[in-house]
């Protein structure tokens, strides 16, 4: 099956600076690849995603590369801002079901 | 706010107890999804159903889970003679498609 391996653990950034985060996967059938923020005691909440035609996407302060013959993605938040911080999970989907990365835990610092 | 409702939001039960958890999906989603969540753990994923049919299930969903759509609508999640290793954040999701999957808020589980 499916494995997502997602880095750092932890980060912290001074507010205005850019944050970036990486996963891995293994199987060469993934072709969609979401990102959630899940904040304290919330269920994961979508921010954005990639697809397997697609290298690169952007939304505002947010953007996410895909290289799919090294089979990473990564998420890139420019501006941080303290309502950033939060736990972002990577995942990827084969099938039906979404594998997620370990999550990282992102600290801005005001 | 997804739209995807569940209930309770949380729940504490004695070791050997019954639970069971509803989810509510955005009226038109026809695909429902069962994750379970530890504590600094991604969600892993529990089983799947597209309208009334449950389709696929993980190994993790052992004999004494039982999830439902009877009606292609809601669905129910429930744990027979929960353990403590039951203690968990059981979320739902649902889609229109094989890709996006919007989460509910989750139902923390605490099994004493």
């Known amino acids: 099956g499916e494995n997502v391996e997602q880095h750092p653990s932890t980060l912290s950034v001074q507010e205005g600076d850019s944050a970036v985060i990486k996963c891995t996967y293994s199987?060469?059938?993934?072709?969609?690849f979401p990102w959630y923020k899940q904040e304290l005691g919330k269920g994961p909440q979508l921010i954005i995603d990639?697809?397997?035609?697609?290298g690169e996407k952007k939304d505002q302060r947010i953007a996410v590369t895909l290289n799919k013959t090294a089979k990473h993605f990564s998420l890139h938040i420019t501006e941080t801002q303290p309502e950033d911080s939060a736990v972002y999970f990577c995942?990827?989907?084969?099938?039906?079901?979404?594998?997620f990365g370990g999550g990282t835990r992102l600290m801005v610092k005001p | 706010d997804t739209g995807v409702s569940q209930d309770p939001r949380h729940k504490i039960t004695k070791r050997g107890q019954n639970v069971t958890f509803r989810c509510d999906p955005i009226?038109?989603?026809?695909?429902l999804y069962w994750y379970r969540q530890t504590l600094g753990q991604g969600p892993e994923f529990l089983t799947y159903?597209?309208?009334?049919?449950?389709?696929?299930k993980s190994r993790l969903l052992s004999d004494r889970f039982s999830a439902e759509r009877p009606k292609g609508s809601f669905s129910t999640l429930e744990i027979q003679r929960t353990e403590q290793g039951d203690s968990a954040m059981y979320l739902c999701?649902?889609?229109?498609?094989?890709?996006?999957?919007?989460f509910g808020p989750g139902t923390r589980l605490t099994v004493l």
């Open positions: 199987d060469s059938a993934s072709n969609y």
């Open positions: 999701a649902t889609g229109l498609s094989t890709d996006t999957q919007y």
């Open positions: 159903f597209q309208n009334e049919a449950q389709l696929e």
């Open positions: 990639i697809r397997s035609n697609v």
């Open positions: 995942a990827a989907i084969a099938g039906n079901m979404l594998t």
């Open positions: 009226s038109e989603h026809n695909r």
